[in-house]
């Protein structure tokens, strides 16, 4: 692709890119009759003693029992267990049993413990079971397995403080074990790990390391840190980095490199830049994959640049390059966003017929348009499409439809949103509540805007139990 600044047609012509066993159970011995006796008050509670001590003995080896089958074969679990069978097994099995192979860094047996753990029905977030896993697993040399951890520790909303980073930080004690000494593609991990939880200061500590250490960083590991910097808009940190990258000789830029750099520039709309990097990076050979024009039409189309978007969706035409579902969905918000109904609505038709499944973003982007638009009756037709259709709504789906409504002055249809959303599990959030005011403040509905400010301050358990506001 040697140019895209050529004019051409908003799209492209039509063309083709795709030609049980039953659970195990446990008798108890039958007893023989009771005498007189034991009818007494006394009796009674030993008898109910026992029967909980026997009970409580009986679930733990039926815990272990399912936790070993487990580790022995997953598929044979899924099949003689029962659908809530091993999901209610006692706190106390589950956990002595994580700590004994913790404890003898026996790591995949370990990391099968914890899965089953995260599916109790008890099961609560704990930041000290995963600094436990993450030492464990720095250990046993499993730096991308640490890292995998840590990131589930924050999406599961652990707090992230020394202690977490001193588990990470592996290096430090591997230098001391003469047998376990770290190396780049270590030090590329917690690096990448300290990125992803914006830690920039803990960077040139790492880099420093590595170069007392004598271990050069890699491809991945310049990679990483472009790409970092980049989605930070950091960019002077990640022109040296690429500098520093292109004088060390031995590190050639690839196509992630090339992706990272263009996203960075494209994303803030330094577009003659980003095309400036793509001829460059094309002059050194690199060539552009899927995501590579993603990006580019990504870019183009929040930058309202449709030409140069056509002219990228005729080159991958002409070279065969199969949309995914990223593709359709960065062009159907563009055409979106240009007010393109029509061919918004002809790509829709189009990722349907090549059986690419529309998702939460697809379906963000259709509400948008037709709220932009005032089609309250397409936003219908959407709504439609998603009962005959098994999408997993999110909240920020719903904030988009509450957002379009809201636009539209359909005051109904916005209350009706909550309704929904209380059907599908999902939790109203602040944006949901502040697009709702918003829109009753500019419908001049004051009252029902100062109802939900009052909803808002609550606590969210307070909250909960009023369920939805009623505006009359």
């Not at 679930?59 to 679990?77: C, D, G, H, M, P």
């Not at 995963?130 to 589930?152: D, R, S, T």
């Not at 709504?383 to 809201?406: K, P, Q, T």
């Amino acid at each position: 692709m040697t140019s895209l600044s050529s004019p051409s047609p908003p799209l492209p012509p039509a063309f083709n890119r795709r030609p049980a066993s039953a659970p195990e159970t446990v008798r108890s011995k039958p007893s023989s009759s009771p005498s007189p006796t034991e009818t007494t008050s006394a009796g009674r509670n030993r008898r109910t003693g026992v029967r909980e001590e026997v009970a409580l003995k009986i679930a733990s080896k039926k815990a272990i029992s399912v936790i070993l089958r487990r580790e022995a074969t997953k598929a044979v679990i899924e099949k003689k267990r029962g659908p809530n069978n091993s999901k209610k097994l006692l706190p106390r099995t589950v956990l002595e049993a994580l700590h004994e192979r913790i404890t003898a860094l026996r790591w995949e047996s370990a990391l099968k413990v914890f899965e089953l753990l995260r599916e109790q029905l008890w099961y609560r977030p704990n930041s000290g079971i995963y600094i436990k896993l993450i030492v464990m697993l720095g250990k046993c040399k499993q730096p991308e397995k640490a890292h995998a951890l840590f990131l589930a520790m924050i999406d599961e909303g652990c707090v992230v403080n020394h202690e977490a980073y001193t588990a990470l930080y592996l290096p430090t004690k591997m230098k001391n074990t003469p047998d376990c000494q770290p190396d780049v593609h270590t030090y590329s991990v917690l690096i990448k790990s300290c990125l992803q939880v914006v830690a920039f200061d803990k960077v040139p500590v790492l880099l420093s390391d590595m170069a007392n250490q004598g271990i050069k960083p890699n491809t991945v590991t310049y990679n990483t840190l472009i790409d970092a910097y980049g989605k930070a808009k950091r960019f002077a940190e990640m022109e040296s980095t690429l500098l520093e990258m292109l004088r060390e000789g031995k590190c050639e830029p690839d196509v992630w490199t090339m992706n990272s750099t263009l996203r960075a520039f494209g994303s803030s709309g330094q577009i003659e830049t980003m095309e400036k990097c793509y001829e460059k990076f094309q002059s050194a050979g690199i060539e552009p994959n899927i995501k590579t024009f993603n990006i580019l039409l990504d870019s183009y189309g929040k930058a309202e640049k449709y030409e140069k978007m056509s002219a990228v969706m005729e080159y991958m035409q002409k070279y065969h390059f199969s949309w995914t579902i990223v593709t359709y969905n960065v062009v159907i918000d563009a055409f979106g966003r240009a007010g393109d109904l029509k061919q918004m609505e002809y790509l829709f038709r189009l990722m349907r017929s090549e059986r690419i499944k529309p998702s939460c973003v697809t379906l963000c982007s259709l509400v948008r348009a037709y709220g932009r638009a005032g089609k309250a009756e397409k936003i219908g037709g959407v709504l439609r499409f998603i009962e005959n259709s098994d999408v997993m709504l999110d909240i920020v789906f719903f904030n988009c439809l509450v957002d379009a409504y809201g636009r539209l002055g359909c005051f109904a249809e916005m209350k009706g949103v909550l309704e929904m959303m209380k059907k599908k599990g999902c939790k109203p959030d602040k944006i949901t509540y502040r697009t709702m005011i918003k829109a009753y403040k500019i419908g001049g509905m004051t009252s029902c805007a100062k109802e939900l400010q009052g909803l808002m301050r609550m606590p969210d358990e307070t909250r909960l139990e009023m369920g939805k506001p009623d505006f009359r």
